[in-house]
C-alpha cells in the first residue's frame, strides 16, 4: 500500500469515528433537500487513492475537505448552512454566491482565492485556484456570465460580464474572459481566444 492510501484509509477512519459530529449535515442531505446534485459532487470529487460513494464518500469530503464543505452549504441554502455549519465551516477564500446556480457533478481543485458569482454553472463544472466569475458592476446580477455544461478552467481564470460559455469547453491558465465561447472549444489568453476545437 503507498502512502496515499494509507494517509486516504487515516482520513477515512477519523471520518467515521467523528462520524457523530456530521449526523445534522448527513440528515440534511438525505431529507432536507434535493440530494442528487450533493452526490453528484461526492463521486466527481472522490479522493486519489480510494473510491468512496454514497454516504461514505459524503461524510469523508466532510470531514476532510474544506473546499467541499463551502460548495455543500451552497446547495443546502443559507438557513441551513447557518443552522449546522457554523462549527465546521468551510474556507472563508472560497467565496460562491448565494444567487449562483451550479449543476451537479462540481470539482473545485484546490480553489484558494477563488469568487464564483455566475448566472448559473451547468454539470460536471471543474475549476482551480484564482478563479474569478462574476460581474463588472457590483449589485448588477443581471450581466453575470452563463456557464455551460462539462466546462473545465485553468489556474487564474478571469470570465467578467454577460458572457456565455458553451458546453464541453477548456479555458486555459491565466485567460480574460469577455466575449462568448463556443461549443467545443480550447480558448485562451488575454482576451481569451479560441485556438482549437474538440473533436
Known amino acids: 500500500m503507498d502512502k496515499r492510501s494509507v494517509r486516504d484509509y487515516s482520513r477515512l477512519l ?21 440530494n442528487k446534485e450533493i452526490m453528484c459532487d461526492v463521486e466527481s470529487t472522490g479522493t486519489d487513492s480510494i473510491r468512496l460513494r454514497g454516504l461514505l464518500g459524503l461524510l469523508y469530503l466532510l470531514h476532510n475537505d474544506r473546499y467541499f464543505r463551502n460548495l455543500f452549504y451552497h446547495r443546502i441554502g443559507p438557513v441551513q448552512s447557518a443552522i449546522i ?18 449543476g451537479g457533478g462540481a470539482y473545485f481543485a ?3 482565492s ?22 463588472k458592476v457590483d449589485g448588477d446580477n443581471e450581466n453575470r456570465p452563463i ?19 458553451g458546453n464541453n469547453v477548456i479555458i486555459g491558465a491565466g485567460s480574460v474572459v469577455v ?10 489568453g488575454n482576451p481569451a481566444r479560441v485556438i482549437k476545437y474538440k473533436v
Open 179 to 188: 466575449k462568448d465561447i463556443p461549443d467545443n472549444a480550447v480558448a485562451v
Open 147 to 165: 456557464i455551460g455544461d462539462n466546462v473545465t478552467l485553468g489556474v487564474n481564470v478571469t470570465i467578467i460580464g454577460p458572457v456565455h460559455i
Open 14 to 34: 477519523f471520518a467515521v469515528l467523528f462520524g457523530f459530529l456530521y449526523l445534522p449535515h448527513i440528515l440534511v442531505a438525505k431529507f432536507g433537500c434535493d
Open 85 to 102: 455549519g457554523w462549527w465546521c465551516p468551510g474556507d472563508k477564500y472560497f467565496v460562491i454566491s448565494k444567487t449562483t446556480s451550479i
Open 110 to 112: 484546490h480553489p484558494f
Open 114 to 135: 477563488t469568487e464564483i458569482n455566475a448566472k448559473s454553472i451547468g454539470r460536471n463544472f471543474r475549476c482551480r485556484h484564482l478563479t474569478t466569475i462574476g460581474n
